[in-house]
C-alpha cells in the first residue's frame, strides 16, 4: 500500500475563489514517515485560499495506516480485513484521529490512556474533554489539554497513572477481547466498562 492524494477544487467559503486542494485519502506513514508528522502537526487538514489566506478544515474520509496503527476517519463504520496485529480505530472527526496518531507515536496505547483520561477527569471533577498532547520530561509526564472558558488549557499527570490504568487493562481479558476490527475506542467505550 502506498498514499492516496487526489487533487480536489475547493471554493474557499471567505472570497469565493476556486483552487486545487490535495486531499488525502490514504495515509501510509510507514512508506512516508514525513506524513506522520504532517498529521500530528494537523498541516495535512488544512488548505489556504491562496487569495486570501483563509485556512479551511479538510475533513474528508481517510484511512491513516502506521506500524502498530489503521484509523479509518468516516461517518460510518467501514468492514476492514486482514488488521492482524495492528490497533483498528475507527474515529468521526480530524482531531480524534490526530490524537490516535500521536498517542501511537508517543509509544503509548490508547486503551490505557482512555481509562487514563478517565480517571483524570474524576480528580479534576469537570465535565471536559481530555486530548491527548504529547509526553512531557525525563518522567515522560502525560500531557493532555481541554478547552475552558474560550482556552486552551493544559494538564500534567504521572506516567505511573497511565501504568496503573493499563495494569488494570491487562487484568480484564474483558476490555481487549473486543477489540477486533474497527474500533471506537473513546470516553463512551471506557465508560460501557466502568458503569
Ligand atoms: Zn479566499
Not at 144 to 152: D, L, W
Request: proline share 4%; hydrophobic share 40%; aromatic share 8%.
Amino acid at each position: 500500500m502506498s498514499s492516496v492524494v487526489n487533487n480536489v477544487i475547493m471554493r474557499c467559503p471567505q472570497c469565493g475563489c476556486e483552487h486545487e486542494v490535495p486531499v488525502y485519502r490514504h495515509i501510509d506513514a510507514l512508506a512516508e514517515p514525513e506524513l506522520r508528522e504532517k498529521v500530528q502537526s494537523g498541516e495535512l487538514f488544512v488548505s489556504t485560499c491562496p487569495g486570501c489566506g483563509y485556512r479551511s478544515l479538510i475533513s474528508s474520509p481517510v484511512i491513516y495506516r502506521d506500524e502498530h496503527l489503521l484509523v479509518c476517519l468516516s461517518e460510518r463504520r467501514l468492514e476492514v480485513e486482514g488488521l492482524d496485529s495492528l490497533a483498528g480505530r475507527w474515529v468521526s472527526d480530524v482531531g480524534s484521529l490526530i490524537e490516535k496518531v500521536k498517542v501511537f507515536a508517543s509509544g503509548l496505547d490508547d486503551v490505557p490512556l482512555e481509562f487514563c483520561k478517565f480517571v483524570t477527569r474524576q480528580e479534576l471533577g469537570k465535565e471536559v474533554e481530555l486530548k491527548f498532547l504529547r509526553l512531557d520530561g525525563a518522567d515522560n509526564d502525560i500531557i493532555f489539554t481541554y478547552p475552558e472558558g474560550g482556552q486552551m488549557q493544559m494538564l500534567s499527570v504521572g506516567f505511573n497513572v497511565y501504568e496503573d490504568c493499563r495494569a488494570i487493562v491487562g487484568r480484564n481479558p474483558a476490555i481487549t477481547e473486543g477489540l477486533g476490527g474497527l474500533v471506537r475506542v473513546d470516553r463512551e467505550w471506557v465508560e460501557h466498562f466502568l458503569a
